[in-house]
């Protein structure tokens, strides 16, 4: 293995990538968010405001499709302008994970980035990859690897 791809990898398991959602975006939550996340120890490594069409918000989460509830997600996430950002720390993917707290608000623990800022399952203010190997496809869905530092 190369010095160079050895290191690629090794950034990739310690990289995730999150979306500030339509809701947080409407309610001005993005700056909160962010510091919250910056207070948590991630390091922001690419980052962009952008407005999702329905056709890429149901490309992104195509792994829905099949879910009752994808229409009202592809919907929702093509509302307004999201921020989308690929953040690095040790054990990124899990320590997000934990961040912002469960996919229900209802259910989300005192500190996190939803109990803060969610208003319903739909709703939830944050995403965040569920593993490494999603983290990796879903900041190549956003950013060229030019744009990733
Ligand atoms: P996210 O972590 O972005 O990944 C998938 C999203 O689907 C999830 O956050 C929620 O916003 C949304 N979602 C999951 N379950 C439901 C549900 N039961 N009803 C509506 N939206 C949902």
Known sequence: MSLIFAAK???MTNRTFTMIKPDATEKGNTGGILQM???AGFRIVAMKMTHLSKEKAGEFYAVHKERPFYGELVEFMSRGPITAAILEKENAVEDFRKLIGATNPANAEEGTIRKAYAT????NAVHGSDSNENAAIEGDFFFSKLEQF
């Not at 319903?120 to 709703?123: D, H, K, L």
Request: hydrophobic content about 30%; aromatic content about 10%; proline content about 0%.
């Open 9 to 11: 990898l090794y950034n």
């Open 37 to 39: 996340i910056n207070k």
């Open 120 to 123: 319903s399952i739909g709703e």
